[in-house]
């Protein structure tokens, strides 16, 4: 799995160059401040690539003296830092719609720029989508981050490519500073949105119901032998989940036999969610609380 993200950072990277290249040809030829905000946009997705696949190569280290747990939450760390390179940048587009509103002036050869502007997009939208799935089947938020921001990259794309048009078509100038206010508007809360996921993730913060809800049931449905189980704590770190809880059993049950539960109980859920490190603590029936995951008969 490492290799295989590895190979995704590293293919990022190389189609944000590409997208940037056809941006600042397409900003270039045509002169449009909207197609040098969007180009600007796309020197962060350069940033993000590199510093994603840091991320990648760093969170996929085995557990060490220093990280018991592992270095899955350096996957964290750089979306984060990409949310706070995109919300600066939306800052920078800000101030150039802001320069292009008080001297708007006419564009060179707008309709090249925006086939330029549109192959990008294309590109953009391909590998966005790459991402999203391999982030997805991968348990990676620093994938999924990049391709959320490709993507975002790309409803960007299709709505300058369509103002930019009307620019010659209405002879208003100024709707390309307006283009580059909206540019940057898109980016600030593509940023919010993935530095608040991502500091989630470093907070420990639970995952979704739906989750959770699945885990309690694999426990309920798999510690046959059991009384209850209690106090369940439940997290992720990139693409691992860590899971802990007290499985109360019959005071007169061997040891072995309660070990067998929890092995059982263990498999099941590793079945479920792939990686996962699990802490069963397990406990006579006395100390039963009779609330938590009650155990089927």
């Not at 997208?19 to 180009?39: E, I, M, Q, T």
């Not at 350096?74 to 150039?96: C, H, N, Q, R």
């Not at 309920?220 to 059993?249: C, K, N, P, W």
Request: proline share 4%; charged share 20%.
């Amino acid at each position: 799995m490492s290799s295989s993200k590895n190979r995704f950072g590293l293919a990022s990277l190389a189609v944000a160059v590409i997208a940037f290249a056809l941006k600042y040809l397409a900003w270039r030829v045509s002169g449009s401040d909207a197609l040098l905000s969007d180009a600007m946009e796309t020197v962060i997705n350069i940033a993000a690539a590199i510093g994603a696949l840091w991320a990648l190569s760093f969170a996929d280290r085995p557990p060490d003296e220093n990280h018991t747990y592992g270095h899955g939450k350096a996957e964290y760390l750089s979306a984060v830092m990409e949310g706070v390179l995109v919300i600066l940048t939306a800052i920078g587009i800000a101030d150039i719609a802001w320069r292009a509103w008080h001297d708007p002036h006419p564009l060179r050869a707008p309709w090249l720029g925006i086939a330029f502007n549109a192959a990008a997009g294309g590109v953009n939208l391909v590998w966005g989508l790459t991402l999203r799935r391999a982030g997805r089947r991968h348990r990676s938020p620093a994938l999924s981050a990049s391709g959320t921001h490709v993507l975002s990259d790309v409803w960007t794309t299709v709505a300058l490519v369509t103002g930019v048009a009307l620019i010659p078509l209405t002879g208003w100038e100024r709707l390309d500073s307006v283009l580059s206010a909206l540019v940057a508007f898109n980016v600030l809360r593509m940023g919010f949105g993935m530095t608040r996921q991502s500091i989630g993730g470093l907070m420990d913060e639970a995952p979704d119901a739906e989750t959770v809800e699945l885990v309690r049931a694999v426990i309920a449905e798999t510690a046959e032998g059991a009384i209850e189980a209690h106090d369940l704590r439940f997290r992720r770190a990139a693409d691992t989940s860590f899971i802990e809880f007290h499985l109360v059993v019959p005071g007169a049950m061997t040891v072995q036999d309660a070990h067998t539960i929890c092995d059982r109980v263990e498999h099941a859920l590793r079945r479920q969610l792939g990686r996962a490190l699990i802490h069963i603590h397990v406990e006579p029936e006395e100390k039963a609380k009779h609330s938590g995951v009650l155990v089927l008969p």
